[in-house]
């Protein structure tokens, strides 16, 4: 049976089992005076049932599809390789898709090994067998789990305290996913950059100047020898990012200030989602505008005052990236000044001070940590934008504060060295998880300095 | 409000009048209504700066959506040139339309070329023939090997049929119709044969049905979105099946059940700070652990809906705990009292009652999973695949890499294509969104 079919039975095994739990305990209790005798309400006794048919075969499905492929290679490979032949790794795996390719039909052209049609036939066996093998004992599994838990149902079984205790582990289990995520993008990219570091030594990555990761890919391959200097990297981002700060930090603030404090509320309903649809349009269309809309006209406008902007400059990447993040600083700061109590304006306007004083020296001080926490953010989230600058922002790295230039970031690069083909042990991929390491911690250092902000320097005031 | 402004008008003059009357000065009394003036013009100031930002961030907004439809509403037709295809069945060499092999082994591209030498019987040289050609799209010799199979009694006879064009000519042919006829590829010889054909009105623009049936190819003609299309519906399947039942545990177990205690801490700790992290670097994840881990094939809706599914965790988890929070503590005090189960106390009350809610924080996680595509490049989804998917083990593309694909592509007809591409994608997030709202105004409970 397919897994997918195999799934679907024991959906339907597990549902019939709670339907016999649920009246096995009705019917235990019929002849002692009904439901009101048991224990656990019925609903408790088929549900234990159900748990008892599910977890353990869910859990050998799972075990099985884990570890079968593994398995399964190992056996056709020492097929294969029959009087202990020392074959490269290259050769196996080119060995194990010829074989698979015999079984799909699909290989053209050469006609294969004897051994390796063997080995096919061998390979399909094998799949069948495992799959028998598994539809089987997942099966009975659940089914003997069911009638286990079946027998076990009596008026005093406390069938509720089980579930109860289980629905709550299966909630902390999947509340602990979250820290599942940051420990695998932890450990992920630790340990390809641990590896990076082995070949590249950490303080040519961090302040070498030159960055040109073209490495050869064979011995005898001409190639770049491979420079992994990522100060460009980390200037191009910081470029990119200043630039976009500039621009979303003033237009976001001041809308933020304008639709908190002066507009109306009719005004302020209609528009603020108006402003917010910017945050949800998808970074590529950003990126495409970009790339097609922006960087010609910067460029055609350059070229009219006598400059000669790059077709990739930082600053259509750059502006582009601040329209996007308008929305995220102006929400954010919505949110603070909203916090100001409005005893606070009052007083200050009492005192004689005008609408714009009174924000610009009461209302945007009490809020300020909110601000700078939300601006942080906002630089975070520039940081890690992939799509707009690998579209619009260049390859070539270059050191340079001009925002004409073409300069490329840190993501552009993790994006263009994992892309495509690729080798997992060249340094030139490796270095992409580098970059990512760095990513990484900044933007979390960032995320900590911000809540860290709010924490200290925020006013009670109720 | 009005009293601020009043207040502040009538306390600097109260103010001036008392200092009039102590030091009876005029010179005072001037420089305090300049002054006065200033300030005010300062408010107005201010207040222009911040109507602009508002009108800078809407001007955005307008330009780029002006930008994408004014780029991309003629992707939706695409241009046809009737042909007077005469299925001769000697040439052919097809006695059975039935046989496969036959069919397969017919020179539908060499008819075709045969067709166009016949309308145009002035065109001598090798090489302008091979040009002439290229006005229907290459992949017209399938196109009409279909329609004969569909319709077997054509073999003899002479049919009119509506061939797609080459995406130059289709260029050519819809800037022509705006009055400014764009050349690229198109010379004057290509271009006079065209007008002749539009002459004899054998040219015209039809619905782009192609568009929406078709998968990717490298013919702009002939490439489609469907592919994309069904390769996000069922990446977004994955990501909903399984971040919404464990976004609403997590939501439940932190707000119902967890202990103050430092894992308690440490879980919310790590959920805010996932919210924050670049999703590029859930990409690096999926390549390392799924990929290279547990050796998940590369490119398949499967993976990016599990990489999805890690990315959207936090918001739905974010959104959900706000939803429980909003129900009153009355509601789980009355349930408890009357003698129910703290598992009956959720199930039965707690999440009925905030299900509106996490259902609309929901709807905005999978509108962010449609719309991302860094974590998707990581994990090999930028593979050209021309096949529609059949299952979430098929590789597939999903509509912001295809748009991504596409943007990328050097040919002055994908731009429109890309454009298309991108209508659909905001119409499909458009329509979540306004769902989630909807919903919010619909079900939400003020309690």
Known sequence: METSNLLLALVMVIAVSYAFGRGRSISVVAPLGGIKTLNSLPFYHGMLTALWCAIPSLFLTLLWLLFEPKIIETLVISQIIIDGEQVSSDKLSLMLNTVENILAGTLLGIEPSQALIDAAEHLRSLRQTSQMAMTVSTLSLAMMGGLWAMTKISPNYGARVKVEKTFKIVLLACSCIAILTTIGIVLSVLFESLRFFKSIPATDFLFGLQWSPQTAIRADQVGGSGAFGAVPLFAGTMLISFIAMLVAVPVGLMAAIYLSEYASTRFRTYIKPLIEILAGIPTVVYGFFAALTVAPAIREAGSMVGLSPSSESALAAGLVMGVMIIPFVSSLSDDVINAVPQSLRDGSLGLGATRSETIKQVVIPAALPGIVSGVLLAASRAIGETMIVVMAAGLAAKLTANPLESVTTVTVQIVTLLVGDQEFDSPKTLAAFALGLMLFTVTLGLNFIAQHVVKKYREQYD | ?447
């Open chain 2, 1 to 447: 409000m009005t009293s601020g402004k009043k207040m502040s008008v009538e306390n600097p003059v109260d103010h001036n009048n008392s200092a009039n009357r102590v030091k009876g000065s005029v010179v005072d009394t001037e420089r305090f209504k300049k002054r006065l003036a200033q300030r005010y013009r300062a408010e107005q100031r201010f207040r222009l700066y911040g109507l602009m930002s508002i009108g800078f961030g809407l001007l955005c907004l307008v330009l780029l959506f002006t930008d994408i439809i004014g780029k991309g509403h003629s992707a939706f037709f695409e241009t046809r040139v009737s042909m007077d295809i005469h299925f001769d069945a000697e040439y052919l060499q097809i006695t059975d339309v039935s046989s496969e092999q036959q069919l397969n082994n017919a020179n539908f591209d060499g008819l075709i070329k045969r067709t166009w030498r016949a309308q145009f019987p002035d065109v001598k040289s090798r090489s302008d023939k091979r040009l002439l050609a290229t006005i229907s799209s290459s992949g017209s010799g399938y196109f009409i090997r279909d329609q004969l199979a569909l319709n077997p009694h054509w073999l003899g006879t002479q049919q009119t049929l509506w061939l797609l064009v080459d995406d130059d000519v289709d260029v050519y042919y819809k800037s022509r119709q705006k009055g400014d006829a764009y050349m690229g590829r198109v010379n004057e010889k290509l271009a006079s044969w065209i007008e002749s054909l539009i002459a004899e009105e054998r040219m015209e623009l039809n619905f782009n049905t192609t568009f929406f049936t078709a998968g990717d190819s490298r013919e702009p003609e002939q490439a489609g979105i469907r592919g994309a299309m069904v390769g996000s519906l069922w990446t977004l399947l994955i990501t909903l099946i399984l971040s919404f039942p464990i976004g609403v545990a997590a939501a439940i177990y932190l707000e119902e059940y967890a202990p103050q205690n430092r894992w308690t801490d440490l879980i919310e700790v790590n959920i805010n700070n996932l919210a924050a992290v670049p999703s590029i670097i859930f990409g690096l994840l999926g390549l390392a652990i799924f990929i290279n881990f547990f050796e998940l094939p590369r490119s398949v809706p499967l993976v990016g809906g599990l990489v999805l599914t890690l990315m959207t965790l936090p918001t739905i988890i974010i959104s959900s705990r706000a939803a429980i929070k909003a129900v009153p503590p009355s509601i789980r005090e009355a349930a408890l009292g009357i003698g129910a189960s703290k598992m009956q106390v959720v199930l039965h009350h707690v999440l009925p009652l905030a299900m509106p809610g996490m259902l609309t924080g929901t709807i905005i996680g999978m509108a962010q999973a449609l719309g991302e595509t860094a974590p998707l490049l990581m994990i090999g989804m930028v593979a050209f695949i021309v096949d529609v998917p059949g299952s979430v083990t098929d590789p597939a593309a999903v509509l912001p890499v295809q748009i991504f694909l596409w943007a990328d592509s050097p040919e002055r007809a994908f731009v429109e294509k890309t454009s298309a591409a991108i209508m659909v994608l905001l119409t499909f997030l458009i329509v979540m969104n306004t769902l989630a709202v909807l919903l919010r105004k619909r079900l939400e409970r003020r309690w």
